[in-house]
């Protein structure tokens, strides 16, 4: 019982770090941004603060999903 657990974490988990992922890509093709610029280049708080907030919240999402 306890490997089905397992196994469901970990498969959420790397479920939630894709649905990051191609979240963060939506955002960039729709808003035609351009992440690395921004964040490195422009040094950009506010959008860095905007991208956190998105990994928390797909965070939150998933960690709800695991729990019930």
Do not use: C, P, W
């Not at 506010?46 to 019930?68: C, K, N, Q």
């Amino acid at each position: 019982m306890a490997l089905d657990e397992l196994l469901s974490t970990i498969v959420y988990s790397v479920l939630g770090i894709v649905l990051l992922l191609i979240t963060v890509v939506i955002v960039n093709k729709l808003f035609r941004l351009d992440l690395h610029r921004e964040l490195v280049d422009e040094h950009n708080v506010a959008f860095g603060i905007v991208i956190a907030g998105l990994a928390i919240a797909i965070g939150v999402i998933v960690a709800g999903t695991i729990s019930s």
